[in-house]
């Protein structure tokens, strides 16, 4: 096996550029986990056809684990990104996550788990007025974030555009030079 010493550049022992990677594990499938938890929590499943034979236990049940996963996710999406933000940047992703860790703290209170011993069942309610408020506000909180991540590159990356004008100018002092 071959061993290479700090700063030698070649194929395989090149430093690895992998920004766009991190973006799409780190970043981009959080915010898609977090859309597939929003829709969780507001409806119980997450497609239409699931909505089929789930009782109200496992639908109560769905929503208030969602709403906990989407809170988690925007966390980790902040967590993930921060050391990527600019100063004023991070300076807003800070509030969102106070606001966040704020919202957070009433996760606990709703719901309301009961159990009958002489039916052996678990009953699961939701308390719909937090439940209603506490997601508002985690949608609120993971459409601001879009914006810090969007101005920071995490999103969407800086995409120069097409100029022909440009590109055939390039092309022909690329073959004027050759010569």
Do not use: C
Not at 36 to 63: K, Q
Not at 122 to 144: A, C, Y
């Amino acid at each position: 096996m071959a061993s290479y010493q700090l700063g030698e550049t070649n194929e395989t022992s090149a430093n690895w550029n992998v920004a766009k990677h991190y973006s799409e594990l780190k970043i981009l499938k959080h915010l898609l986990l977090a859309d597939e938890y929003e829709t969780i929590a507001t409806f119980g499943v997450s497609n239409i056809t699931e909505n089929f034979g789930v009782t109200d236990y496992y639908r109560n049940l769905n929503r208030i684990l969602s709403l906990n996963r989407l809170a988690k996710e925007i966390e980790m999406i902040i967590n993930n990104s921060y050391f990527a933000m600019k100063k004023d940047d991070k300076k807003k992703t800070l509030v969102l996550k106070e606001r966040l860790l704020k919202v957070m703290e009433f996760l606990p209170n709703i719901e309301k788990k009961s159990f009958n011993q002489l039916t052996n069942i678990t009953k699961v309610e939701v308390n719909e007025s937090m439940f209603n408020e506490v997601l508002k506000k985690l949608i609120q909180i993971k459409t601001e974030l879009n914006e810090p991540l969007n101005d920071n590159n995490l999103i969407y990356g800086m995409v120069d555009e097409f100029d022909p004008d440009k590109a055939k100018e390039n092309f022909m002092n690329n073959m004027i030079n050759r010569a």
